[in-house]
């Protein structure tokens, strides 16, 4: 790959000169290089892409190049950067491909525009309806479309209302340029085992047919913050053709796997402390012999376990079972289905059961998502015996490409799975996922701040009174003086500038000002809400917003505050109110109490 690399960059030094004098040879010459990698090694595929788009930048009335551009977009992250490309082609030749409204709609629900979306699937549609006996391999299925259709409408609502979670690379020491997913984790979250489909440390030099090598299973250990760089796990875990972990227990003693045995069974293995012991097929009534048995997951009792298969008598697809032992914890039991609340007739993967032992994760793409797999939860209640309507994680965790192998932390703070986006390595990465929260309210305390003062009397929100004077929240509570009072009554915004997530140091008092009383006052918390000005596209405006938020938060928490007690969002661009772009860049800062939870019934 550095081979490859150098060899990139001096080819790109010696045609410089040229592409001044003669852009449209260059724009073949590099149109030729990128056929040539991109067909060799599939590590490389972020050069050909960049090769295709220089090509095409030089040529804009190459339309291979704009194709291909577009197409290595739509393959890797940063899909929505494909639609320029694609838009060239539908302006000069738009008959270039069947598809290719459809490959726009794409490229705008990556991009989380919606409505863009909507237009050109809408368009592809009645184009594909009007044409139904064209059968070539550019033509995508009406329902295909119109799974992409509903998508878009669900995206439109899960988006304006952002969770309360944020997304952290974890870098080379886990991930690398090839595919690396199903991360699984212990208890203590120390240590995680992962699948890749890398060449370093792989235990076959030799790649399958779809060109990528072999899956093996890694694994790296957490000290002092930092995970080691991740290690084959070796034999008898790894042979020489596909490996891959869906689940490991929470003292990271056992091990499950997927081998591709039948339809695909799942096995487990072992740690004695020294090494791991020869995979073993995990039961038959589990495993079945012509359905496919792909994931699994322990409850908080070692003897029932949930997994997905695609076995019929559920709701249709790959749906989740459970299967529990009998009383002497010997033999299983016939497995049953989740039923209709949390399978669907799309596909539900990879459960796993928070250590709660009533919080179920999992992937779905039958359920309200906007893309792909969207990663859901639901929680079970032991008193009705049902399970809640399954939640969207939301933006940014779900996005319209998969998101699977959801893993959370003992207190469902932190947790890990993989996806394609911006921040990774190359096509699949791991990703950290952060909780920020709960639901937090201001309202209420601005109500219990003035139950006994009366309102402010002034337009400001500030508090009129001397500051000898005080106001009691109720009687089993403090008081807080004017100047306290103001903090908690107003919303302070920390402006940006443009492009830029920075905070300034003339927004540092005032945040100080706030770090001090969430010192004096354990009940109190933070809320944080990141604005994005309109320029860009809805998914960046969401990136940067949230960056904003948690630039915030970041500040807060390196003066002390407990990350807990605060939490923050990225609502995008603002849309509904006046003023100059300037003034919707920033994070509203406000001073808040937390919600009080409703008992269950």
Request: hydrophobic letters at 30%.
């Amino acid at each position: 790959m550095k081979k490859l690399l150098l060899s990139f960059a001096i080819m790109m030094s010696c045609h410089l000169a040229l592409s001044q004098d003669d852009p449209v040879t260059l724009a073949n010459v590099y149109l030729e290089q990128a056929d040539q990698i991109y067909k060799q090694q599939k590590e490389a595929i972020e050069i050909a892409k960049e090769l295709y788009i220089q090509a095409a930048d030089l040529d804009p009335t190459n339309l291979r190049a704009n194709w291909m551009a577009g197409s290595l977009y739509l393959e890797t992250i940063n899909k929505d950067q494909a639609l320029p490309y694609l838009l060239r082609i539908l302006e000069q030749k738009p008959n270039y491909r069947f598809d290719l409204l459809y490959h726009i709609g794409r490229a705008y629900h990556y991009g989380l525009d919606f409505d863009n979306a909507l237009s050109y699937y809408e368009r592809y549609k009645k184009k594909v309806l009007g044409d139904r006996s064209y059968r070539g391999t550019d033509r995508v299925m009406p329902q295909v479309v119109s799974r992409r259709i509903l998508e878009c409408n669900n995206g439109k609502d899960i988006i304006n209302k952002p969770s309360q979670y944020s997304i952290v690379p974890i870098g080379e020491e886990i991930n690398s340029v090839w595919p690396d997913y199903a991360p699984v984790l212990n208890y203590n979250g120390d240590v995680m085992i992962f699948t890749s489909r890398r060449q370093e440390d792989n235990t076959s030099p030799d790649v399958d047919k779809d060109n990528f090598y072999f899956e093996d299973v890694f694994i790296s250990k957490k000290s002092g913050g930092k995970w080691s760089p991740a290690k084959n796990i070796g034999p008898p875990i790894n042979t020489e053709y596909h490996d891959a972990n869906i689940a490991l227990s929470p003292d990271g003693n056992r091990l499950y796997l997927y081998k591709d045995t039948g339809a695909g069974d799942i096995y487990f293995s072992d740690f004695d402390g020294q090494s791991w012991s020869e995979p073993e097929f995990l039961t038959n009534k589990i495993n079945s012999t012509i359905y496919s048995e792909n994931s699994i997951a322990e409850t908080s009792s070692p003897d029932m376990v949930f997994y997905t298969s695609s076995r019929p008598g559920s709701e249709g697809g790959i749906d989740i079972y459970y299967c529990i032992k009998d009383d002497k914890g010997k033999d299983w039991y016939k497995s049953k289905s989740l039923g209709p609340v949390i399978n669907t007739p799309g596909d539900e993967d990879s459960p796993f059961l928070a250590y709660d032992g009533k919080t179920l994760y999992f992937s779905s793409t039958g359920h309200k998502g906007y893309g792909g797999y969207d990663i859901f939860k639901s929680v079970y209640d032991s008193l009705s015996g049902e399970w809640s309507i399954p939640e969207n994680l939301g933006y940014p965790v779900n996005t319209p490409d998969d998101e699977i192998s959801f893993n959370i932390s003992p207190d469902q703070r932190t947790g890990y799975y993989a996806s394609v986006r911006e921040g990774g390595l190359g096509f699949s990465d791991i990703f950290m996922v952060k909780y920020h929260g709960d639901n937090l309210d201001q309202k209420a305390l601005i109500a219990a701040n003035y139950s006994k003062s009366g309102p402010p009397e002034s337009n400001s929100g500030t508090a009129t009174k001397s500051g000898a004077e005080k106001v009691a929240l109720n009687d089993n509570e403090p008081e807080y003086d004017e100047h306290e009072i103001k903090l908690m009554d107003e919303t302070h915004r920390i402006f940006f500038n443009n492009d830029q997530s920075a905070i300034g140091d003339k927004h540092k008092a005032e945040l100080d000002s706030i770090v001090q009383m969430i010192y004096k006052y354990s009940f109190l918390n933070i809320d944080i809400a990141g604005y994005a000005s309109k320029d860009g596209n809805p998914r960046y405006n969401l990136e940067l917003s949230n960056k904003r938020a948690l630039i915030v938060l970041n500040y807060l928490v390196d003066q002390g505050v407990d990350e807990s007690r605060i939490v923050a969002r990225g609502f995008g661009s603002i849309t509904d109110e006046e003023g100059d772009a300037e003034e919707h860049r920033r994070a509203d800062v406000r001073i808040v109490s937390k919600l009080k939870k409703k008992r269950p019934n």
